[in-house]
């Protein structure tokens, strides 16, 4: 079982940056992928960056935002950078054993999720 926290979300203009982190409980932090998923009001949730051994990005944030993880620390962040109001959203951390995806559905824990408002 794992539980994950997110914390950093909040409302910023466009063009600033945010840094999103999610702790991970357990002691094996190491045997997960981990996600960023987003879902904006009236959306479906949509991946957004994923890291195991590399790391992927949806087309929208590529080059903005990256992801990054300290195995030493359980935590894996996302560094946004040059937002955008159409990134407004809760993202939510999430984790799975095994190889990274960006399938929604492969991941089986999920945080409660953290409010991203970009104004224009």
């Known amino acids: 079982q794992v539980q994950l926290v997110e914390s950093g979300g909040g409302l910023v203009q466009a063009g600033d940056s945010l840094r999103l982190s999610c702790v991970a409980s357990g002691r094996t932090f190491t045997s997960y992928s981990m996600g960023w998923f987003r879902q904006a009001p009236g959306k479906e949730r949509e991946f957004v960056a994923s890291?195991?051994?590399?790391?992927y990005y949806a087309e929208p944030v590529k080059g903005r935002f990256t992801i990054s993880r300290d195995n030493a620390k359980n935590t894996v962040d996302l560094q946004m950078n040059s937002l955008k109001p159409e990134d407004t959203a809760v993202y939510y951390c999430a984790a799975r054993r095994g190889l990274s995806t960006s399938r929604l559905y492969e991941f089986d824990y999920w945080g409660q999720g953290t409010q991203v408002t970009v104004s224009s």
């Open positions: 890291i195991s051994w590399s790391t």
